[in-house]
């Protein structure tokens, strides 16, 4: 089982930066794909970003490519999301996830096995 905590969100005007970072327990977090969503107030769940169990292969969903760069960290059990360019259609609680498959083109959040309880980003104008 994997235990998932993400941290690193906050407020932030339009144009900065931020890294989220998602810290995982158990020593099989090297087996896990991981993935980034977000999820704004009456919006569903939106898939943005995957990450192999390496780190050496990711995938982006479209609207992501450009301003978000995933990268996990095997030695520390962490996953990271730096979203460059905020805009306040950003706006929402960015959660990270754990599932087996990495070559599943299915990115429904029901394909993830494992969930962190999520962090706001708030972006104003």
């Known amino acids: 089982q994997v235990q998932l905590v993400e941290s690193g969100g906050g407020l932030v005007q339009a144009g900065g930066s931020l890294r989220l970072s998602c810290a995982a327990s158990g020593r099989t977090f090297r087996s896990y794909a991981m993935g980034w969503f977000r999820q704004a107030p009456g919006k569903e769940r939106e898939f943005i970003s995957l990450?192999?169990?390496?780190?050496?292969?990711?995938y982006y969903a479209d609207s992501a490519k450009g301003r978000f760069t995933i990268s996990r960290d095997n030695a520390k059990n962490t996953v990271y999301l730096q979203i460059d360019s905020l805009k306040p259609e950003d706006t929402a609680v960015y959660y990270c996830a754990a599932r087996n498959a990495y070559y599943s083109r299915n990115y429904d959040p029901t394909t993830f096995e494992y969930w962190g309880q999520g962090t706001q980003v708030t972006v104003s104008s």
């Open positions: 990450i192999s169990w390496s780190g050496g292969s990711s």
